[in-house]
């Protein structure tokens, strides 16, 4: 059971808006310190996709958004394609635990 | 363009030690700091631990004093060794570059790039 709670599952037909919830506790999201979040397409890597809250690397679309308030944050998915159906993980910095994942949320686009 | 290739034994025997290597092109190790990060079958991701500045290293807690982190330089390579393995270390591993993505002056640690990741298999 991971540090960091996201749902298992979430779905959306294409054009749609989605979000993932990522609910952590005082030790890590509500200590302040950044939340990141990974796409990882099915049988790849992880890759990175939002950092610190909000940020999008270059050649991320801007259909992907991040925010955070008090002990969550969350990830929001704007006008849905068929290539965003993959698993999302959230990551922050726990206290005690040092680097943490969220248990994923696997998308899929109806 | 920055790559990471990880490799190892693949199948292994319990009570063995697992030995990775992450072999780097693109850049130079020292440049950056370099984690390890495993997924086991259906499950999430699992940060294992992290060395910076060429020889420091912080562990997930949770492995209890079984894993070494080191890189040489010469070879640009990053090295796992986890000690007296279970089934429940059969995981793929990846291991991926541990950097600085900076906005308006920050600078925010993040794991920017990844390997393609090494299956390991651990029989009992």
Redo the contacts between chains.
């Keep these: 059971q991971?540090v960091l709670t996201q749902p298992p599952s979430v779905s959306g037909a294409p054009g749609q808006r989605v979000t993932i919830s990522c609910t952590g506790s005082s030790s890590n999201i509500g200590a302040g310190f950044?939340v990141?979040w990974?796409q990882q397409l099915p049988g790849?890597?992880?890759?990175?996709l939002i950092?610190?809250d909000s940020?999008r690397?270059s050649g991320v679309p801007d259909r992907f958004s991040g925010s955070k308030s008090g002990t969550s944050a969350s990830l929001a998915i704007t006008g849905l394609q068929a290539d965003d159906e993959a698993t999302y993980?959230c990551?922050s910095y726990d206290s005690?635990?040092?680097?943490?994942?969220?248990?994923?949320t696997k998308l899929t686009v109806l | 363009q920055v790559q990471l290739q990880e490799s190892g034994p693949g199948l292994m025997k319990a009570s063995e030690t697992l030995s990775l290597t992450c072999s780097v092109s693109g850049a130079s190790i020292g440049t950056s700091d370099w984690?390890w990060?495993r997924q086991s079958a259906g499950k999430?991701?699992?940060?294992l631990g992290?060395i910076y500045t060429r020889v420091n290293t912080?562990?997930?807690?949770?492995l209890k004093g079984r894993l070494t982190m080191s890189v040489d330089t010469s070879k640009n390579q990053v090295f796992l060794k986890l000690n007296s393995v279970t089934a429940a270390d059969t995981a793929v591993y990846?291991c991926a570059r541990d950097h600085g993505?900076c906005?308006n002056s920050?600078c925010?640690d993040?794991?920017?790039i990844?390997?393609?990741?090494t299956t390991v298999t651990v029989s009992s």
């Design positions: 991971s950044d990141h990974y790849s890597a992880p890759k990175l950092f610190a940020n690397p993980y990551q005690s635990l040092g680097e943490m994942f969220g248990g994923g | 984690s990060i999430g991701l699992e940060w992290r912080d562990y997930n807690p949770s990846y993505l906005v920050v925010y993040v794991f920017d990844w390997g393609q990741g």
